[in-house]
């Protein structure tokens, strides 16, 4: 019985090389994914994380608005609805220089101040940013 046991003990003891390996993947893994969630969380909650939360994407577009404010690196509001054949205009009111350009290629300047029209025949969807911070986005939605 004893023997037996002893022989199981002797079967069922792991080689200490492997296991510890895998312990040490394994709490590196944690470790990763830890730091990753923290920065993730951290980020999320930044300013500029702020800004991202406040995504053209994530907001419901404001209607009957055809005036977006350009100020303190934001379009306001970031996503507008309006009607086929809208004129919607860019009003730049900031230190910072900035444009607007459209996904189909449309675009104003680079400017600080001053105004830029588009107007949409077409319903559709359209996304722009402005190219020199790619985290001002925006969307007009327009309807038919
Ligand atoms: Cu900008």
Do not use: K
């Not at 860019?90 to 607007?100: A, G, L």
Request: hydrophobic share 40%; with cysteine; glycine share 8%.
């Amino acid at each position: 019985m004893s023997a037996a046991t002893r022989q199981d003990a002797r079967h069922v003891e792991p080689t200490p090389g492997p296991t510890r390996a895998r312990r040490v993947v394994r709490v590196v893994a944690a470790l990763v994914a830890v730091l990753v969630v923290t920065t993730a969380a951290g980020f999320w909650f930044s300013p500029i994380g702020a800004r991202w939360r406040a995504d053209a994407a994530g907001q419901q577009p404001a209607g009957g608005v055809t005036t977006v404010d350009v100020v303190d690196s934001n379009f306001r509001p970031a996503s507008v609805r309006v009607d086929a054949g809208d004129e919607v205009t860019w009003r730049w009111s900031d230190s910072q220089d900035h444009n607007v350009v459209f996904e189909d290629g449309e675009a104003s300047s680079v400017q600080a101040d001053g105004t830029w029209s588009r107007t949409f025949e077409r319903p559709g969807e359209y996304a722009y940013s402005c190219t020199l911070h790619l985290f001002m986005d925006g969307r007009v939605v327009v309807d038919g």
